[in-house]
């Protein structure tokens, strides 16, 4: 399923919380999970939670491959009201974001590394789904180009990004930014995330819903 929203208008919202762009697009899909779960009469007393890779590639840094580690952040999929639920997501990562700066530059591949161990040995020891997971869902937002893009004349309307799921991770969300819009890509096991598609939807009233709570 996907969705795309003019980053614009996150970015208003960002701004009028005192937030970043990527606690904006937390604010949605946690807004838009809690209601998807809602219908289904299962919302957890608990909120769910996200693990976002975060680049941690110095400014100076032009090597080849990626340089990323994770930071937990909390969904809000508790909190009814908007505002509030923006309030806790912004909390939450800066928390995880303060974290990672204290810690030095030598000891991020070994944070990584233990972070990330229980969900890697689930996936190889086939245990997947039947331990309690790390997070409940990644959920990653990709910088893309800001200008549009043609092909033989063609003009490239939308990047929608297709991610992977696992055992235990039947649902994985990831957006990328292009030409003025926010692309989400929602992907998600159809017997586990049944009628993904509303979530799409759902996340498209929700900004409607903080824009109300906020603007």
Same mark, same amino acid.
């Given at each position: ?8 208008? #996150?970015?208003?919202? $960002?701004?009028a919380?005192d937030a ?7 604010a949605?899909c946690?807004a838009a ?5 809602? /219908? ?7 909120p769910?939670?996200?693990g976002?890779?975060?680049?941690? &590639?110095?400014?100076d840094?032009? %090597?080849t491959?990626?340089?990323? %580690?994770?930071?937990?952040?909390t ?8 505002r +509030?639920r923006m /309030? $806790?997501?912004k909390a ?5 974001? +303060? ?7 030598? $000891? ?15 996936? #190889? ?6 331990? &309690?997971p790390?997070?409940?869902i990644?959920?990653s ?10 092909? &033989? ?8 990004? $297709?991610?992977?799921v %696992?055992h235990?991770q039947?649902l994985n ?11 989400f890509?929602? %992907? ?12 799409a939807?759902y ?5 409607q819903?903080? /824009?109300?709570a906020?603007?």
């Amino acid at each position: 399923a996907t969705q795309q929203f003019p980053i614009e208008r #996150l970015k208003a919202l $960002a701004q009028a919380a005192d937030a970043t762009l990527n606690d904006v697009v937390l604010a949605l899909c946690g807004a838009a999970l809690r209601r998807f779960l809602l /219908e289904l009469g299962e919302l957890p007393e608990k909120p769910l939670t996200a693990g976002i890779p975060v680049s941690v &590639r110095p400014k100076d840094d032009d %090597t080849t491959g990626n340089a990323i %580690t994770f930071i937990i952040s909390t969904l809000g999929t508790d909190i009814e009201d908007p505002r +509030e639920r923006m /309030e $806790a997501i912004k909390a939450s990562t800066r928390r995880a974001k +303060e974290h990672l700066q204290e810690l030095p530059r030598q $000891a991020l591949m070994q944070y990584t590394i233990m972070l990330m161990a229980p969900y890697m040995l689930s996936l #190889l020891t086939g245990i997947g789904g039947r331990t &309690r997971p790390m997070f409940n869902i990644t959920i990653s937002n990709v910088p893309g180009p800001d200008k549009p893009l043609f092909f &033989r004349g063609a003009e490239l309307l939308a990047i929608y990004p $297709a991610s992977i799921v %696992t055992h235990g991770q039947a649902l994985n969300i990831t957006c990328q930014s292009y030409a003025g819009t926010m692309d989400f890509g929602f %992907t998600g096991c159809h017997s586990s995330v049944p009628s993904l598609q509303k979530l799409a939807v759902y996340a498209s009233e929700a900004l409607q819903e903080l /824009e109300a709570a906020l603007l």
